[in-house]
């Protein structure tokens, strides 16, 4: 019998990660690495955090030496995008009108920025941020200094891109359609910490807004449904993400906000799996499907398709987890984001130095917790989730008592 035959569909970390851990566990058969871009698996935090910030090179961001693929025989096939796959025939087809056959199909196609979608946005000097061009474009325009930059979305990535800029010395106002910035990951009270980090260091805010246009004219402007206009060098779209799941959609897998799995990264159709942010798995934990768009989600589900494809016990048990570095704030989150909403939020440390950790609280159980610039508690933050069990809200909140004790 022939060796059986892997094809990754998507050259992130997250296909990366599967190849990766196929063959750190022994597997011998065909891996094929197909990429809809021409460079070789990189991460994506570096794209708004290091290297825009000038302070790493962008190969600092890839996931391997571009030798390693060739050393693992694994089959890196740049500028090839997936389109459909027959599930009968196990065959995927590809660009150009080739097909692959597969015995293992894992869908690894990520997501793609979503566009700012009004008038005048199509303008050279709207900038998105999903991959390295994109990044190495809004570097450029950034480290010039001195120019009016308006960052449309007050998430993290528009938040991270807001310190960048201001780190260049240019002029930032952040647009936010939330009356907060971040309400929507952490809450109001905590994004307001973020928001008068912003604001100390010179960050203008149009909270509650919505951008209407971007008129190109003599002076380029971002246009709010107020009637304001406000004069614009650079515009950076930091509106989120969607999955990229047309593959599955075209060939009739399950697809809910994401491409369903199960907790092993399975798919609705046999042998197909989906990995990253495409993927929508079911995490055991909590008893529901949730899609992360974080690059430790990426290397998480890599990991457990990869045992899933090998026959052995495969489930999705990680806590998700993120970071942040803007200015001197430092963060690390890890916990489950539906299970926020309406808990109460237990604070150690003190929040007005920016030094503290939030701990998330529903009927008295940690469901999520964020330090920031408090270091190597993530572990003891993870291990109260997992426990699930009642925690004394006062003990939490006194710094005097060991997090490890509880």
């Known amino acids: 019998m022939s060796e059986p035959t892997v094809v990754i569909a998507g050259a992130g970390l997250a296909g990366a990660t599967v190849a990766t851990e196929l063959r750190e566990r022994g597997f011998g058969g065909r891996i094929l690495l197909l990429g809809a871009e021409e460079h070789h698996p990189y991460i994506r935090p570096p794209l708004s955090k290091e290297f825009l910030?000038?302070?790493?090179?962008?190969?600092?961001a890839d996931v391997h030496p571009a030798e390693w693929y060739a050393d693992n025989a694994v089959e890196f096939i740049p500028n090839v995008e997936a389109g459909s796959f027959?599930?009968?025939?196990?065959?995927?087809?590809?660009?150009?009108?080739?097909?692959?056959?597969?015995?293992?199909?894992?869908?690894?196609?990520?997501?793609?920025?979503?566009?700012?979608?009004?008038?005048?946005?199509?303008?050279?000097?709207?900038?998105?941020?999903?991959t390295r061009e994109d990044s190495a474009w809004l570097?450029?325009?950034?480290?010039?200094?001195?120019?009016?930059?308006?960052?449309?979305?007050?998430?993290?990535?528009?938040?991270?891109?807001?310190?960048?800029?201001?780190?260049?010395?240019?002029?930032?106002?952040?647009?936010?359609?939330?009356?907060?910035?971040?309400?929507?990951?952490?809450?109001?009270?905590?994004?307001?910490?973020?928001?008068?980090?912003?604001?100390?260091?010179?960050v203008a805010f149009r909270n509650g807004a919505k951008v209407v246009g971007v008129?190109?004219?003599?002076?380029?402007?971002?246009?709010?449904?107020?009637?304001?206009?406000?004069?614009?060098?650079?515009?950076?779209?930091?509106?989120?993400?969607?999955?990229?799941?047309?593959?599955?959609?075209?060939?009739?897998?399950?697809?809910?906000?994401?491409?369903?799995?199960?907790?092993?990264?399975?798919?609705?159709?046999?042998d197909v799996y989906a990995v990253g942010d495409v993927a929508t798995p079911f995490l055991p934990a909590i008893g529901r499907h949730l899609r992360s768009q974080h690059w430790a989600n990426a290397i998480a589900s890599g990991k457990v398709a990869a045992h899933a494809i090998l026959g052995e016990r495969a489930s999705y048990d990680d806590i998700p987890y993120f970071y942040s570095d803007q200015y001197d704030?430092?963060?690390?989150?890890?916990?489950?984001?539906?299970?926020?909403?309406?808990?109460?939020?237990?604070?150690?440390?003190?929040?007005?130095?920016?030094?503290?950790?939030?701990?998330?609280?529903?009927?008295d159980r940690v469901v999520a917790g964020m330090n920031v610039n408090v270091w190597d508690v993530q572990?003891?933050?993870?291990?109260?989730?997992?426990?699930?069990?009642?925690v004394d809200a006062d003990r939490l909140a006194d710094r005097d008592v060991d997090l490890a004790a509880l």
């Open 53 to 60: 910030k000038g302070e790493a090179g962008i190969e600092d």
């Open 86 to 130: 027959e599930a009968d025939a196990h065959e995927l087809f590809v660009s150009e009108g080739g097909r692959i056959t597969y015995d293992s199909l894992v869908l690894a196609t990520g997501a793609r920025a979503r566009p700012l979608g009004v008038p005048g946005s199509g303008h050279g000097a709207v900038f998105p941020l999903r």
């Open 139 to 202: 570097r450029a325009a950034l480290e010039v200094g001195g120019r009016r930059v308006v960052i449309v979305g007050s998430g993290w990535i528009g938040m991270e891109v807001a310190a960048a800029a201001r780190g260049y010395g240019n002029d930032v106002t952040v647009i936010g359609h939330s009356a907060v910035p971040l309400s929507g990951a952490i809450g109001r009270e905590l994004g307001g910490v973020f928001e008068r980090l912003h604001r100390d260091n010179g």
């Open 215 to 270: 008129d190109g004219g003599e002076e380029q402007h971002v246009v709010l449904a107020s009637g304001e206009r406000i004069p614009a060098d650079v515009v950076v779209a930091g509106v989120g993400a969607s999955p990229n799941s047309l593959v599955a959609e075209r060939s009739g897998a399950a697809v809910a906000e994401g491409v369903l799995t199960d907790k092993g990264m399975r798919t609705s159709i046999d």
């Open 329 to 363: 704030l430092g963060m690390e989150y890890s916990g489950y984001g539906p299970l926020t909403a309406g808990a109460r939020v237990v604070y150690r440390g003190d929040v007005d130095a920016r030094e503290f950790i939030a701990f998330w609280l529903r009927n």
């Open 379 to 390: 572990d003891d933050i993870q291990r109260l989730i997992r426990l699930g069990e009642h």
